[in-house]
């Protein structure tokens, strides 16, 4: 706890962090082990911290990380590090492949997004909104697909730590939670 304390300073009870995984052999190639992991959103405190990067370590025994590993030949005590993040308030958030993940095409470039934090994105919670880019010569990107999914929620942060899940109004629940120009600025930023 003492260590939390150097490291963060007072600022913990002002803000708001991400308690993660980040295990070996979590993401390659051949798997993505996303979600097998717990992951705390949201939390405030050197307390509850602590208790949160406990409870995420933890985590890696449990059914369904232990199921993963033995199913993809996997060691059972695979090394895992658990990562502290101040987060930070977001009104959309996704996921955004810099190759295709389904054929591996280079060229391709697919970003999954929702309201909120990513959390419905990678928990698979909603369907997300999809937005498939393709690079072109010279380095310029155009918008191949845009497919509006079904948001019915999004995951927000609650002022006193913690998180709270909202429905999303049917206005926005029927567009694209990013323009164009957001789409494209992204596409620029992963290709770097």
Known sequence: MEDLKDIFGEEVTDHKFAVRSSATGEDTAAMSAAGQMDT???IQGFKEIF???KKCWASQFGHIAIEYKRRNG????SPMAVVVQDMVPSEVSGVMFTCDPVTNN????TITANYGLGETVVSGSVEPDT???KRKEGGKLEIEEVVVGAKHQRMVMQDSGGT???DIDENSRNEACLSKETVK??????VK
């Open 40 to 42: 705390f959103l949201g």
């Open 51 to 53: 208790a949160a990067v």
């Open 74 to 77: 996997q060691i059972l005590n």
């Open 106 to 109: 280079p060229s391709v470039i």
């Open 131 to 133: 937005f498939v880019l």
């Open 164 to 166: 709270a899940t909202e």
């Open 185 to 190: 600025c992204l596409g620029r930023l992963g």
